[in-house]
């Protein structure tokens, strides 16, 4: 598939499809728990097909659970039955931790189960394009450090953060080709992260780092979009944008109006209905309402694209994301 192509006819259709990050509510479509999900391939790809079928998606996007790349190398991870997992304490604590850091190699941890839950995924859904969810490498390094540490070690110990970022870095890409090498369409890349930082920092300490991910990875067939819901990309607009990714996904910490009005008018944009108060916690009639507002305030842009702010909790009520997509159908209905 020519994926330029499609990211242009994304832009051109008078009848739009949405591209929500919706992955985790299929537990409920399958009676099972999230925890089983993440050790499973089959359910995961089985997961997927399930949204496929039910709901008119742009893309079908895997799960973004940014604990599988940490938890290869030897983060603690904190594991529940229904909610996403979570990265616990420090791998990384001083710059000898950093230099001793063993860069794991692909298939280490979940990362097997992942890449092959695609792989099962693009043979049930042939109908639209399939990306794979990743983290990115500052957020990576940032659940290595834990999140207060690496903003005090950017500048205290900036060495130690780019010797972890370097070997972060180069184990994502690794994980990437091998996403690349079953047949994905792309990789959303998780740099939530980078939300936090100024722009400068940004510039240092994530950007160079993601473009060496989407250099290494990215071309015609195979996407990289950039995912970060952090309340300062507002003001990082030109350092996110160094990145090259393909396309670009933000959170609803920040307007999207506002967004878009930065954003290069050729460059795919997508985001920001709230995940959590809005479509996990919200009404039918609030989630209708609210996706028609975005839809009115963003769509004179026509490089915009409705989407969640960031991942769909997995306890999100299906009948509000039924919801969902009846507002954006409502909306551009002839």
Known sequence: MDMNAWLRELMTQKQRRALPVLSFPAIQLMGITVKELIYDSDAQAEGMYRIAQRCPTAAAVSMMDLSVEAECFGAEIRISEDEVPTVVGAVVSTPEDAQTLPAPEFGAGRTGIYVKAIEKALA?????????GMIGPYSLAGRLMEMTQIMINCYEEPEMVHTTLEKATEFLIAYALEYKKIGAHGIVVAEPAAGLLSPDLCEEFSSPYVKKLVDAVQDDAFLVIYHNCGSS????VPQILETGAAAYHFGNAVSMKEMLEKMPGDVLTMGNLDPASTLRNGTPERV??????????CSVHPNFLISSGCDIPPATPWENLDAFFAAVEEFYQP
Request: proline share 4%; net charge positive; hydrophobic share 45%.
């Open 288 to 297: 209708r309402e609210e996706t028609l507002n975005l839809l009115k305030t």
């Open 233 to 236: 990309v507002v003001r990082m």
């Open 124 to 132: 049930k859904i042939t109908d639209r394009p399939v990306f794979a």
